[in-house]
């Protein structure tokens, strides 16, 4: 496809931080392997909503959990190549989308994912768990 891309590989959080600075999306192709199992929500995908980039993804977890779908990001079909370029290129081409879609995720990842509201939707399941011993 000509993509010009570079795979930086294993970084520090702080490289990781600067490289999503410069981005515009993260995006994030899965695909389930042979036995079943597929990626299920992954950091990268809040961390990036946290950074105001909006995610394309196929991942299971991360399409259905970890985004507003067509708010704060896109899923796909697994191995839609289609599908996701069309993704691309849709925030690509439109700066307002892109720009809602950012101020989106970042105020996703505050709401949902911040220590206060994952902390009382653990104790939440501890206390129902305990309730059943």
Request: proline share 2%; aromatic share 6%; glycine share 8%.
């Amino acid at each position: 496809m000509k993509v010009d891309a570079k795979f930086l590989g294993v970084a520090s959080d702080a490289e990781v931080q600067a490289q999503m600075g410069f981005a515009k999306i993260l995006c994030q192709p899965s695909e389930t392997i042979e036995n079943g199992e597929s990626e299920a929500l992954g950091i990268a995908i809040l961390e990036a909503q946290s950074c105001g980039l909006p995610v394309i993804s196929s991942a299971r977890g991360g399409a259905t959990e970890g985004i507003i779908p067509g708010v704060t990001g896109f899923s796909f079909e697994e191995r839609d190549a289609e599908a996701l370029a069309q993704r691309i290129l849709m925030l690509f081409s439109n700066q307002e989308i892109l720009q809602s879609a950012s101020n989106s995720a970042i105020r996703f990842a505050q709401e949902k994912f911040n220590i206060s509201t994952c902390t009382k939707t653990l104790e939440s399941i501890y206390e129902q768990v305990s309730q059943r011993l």
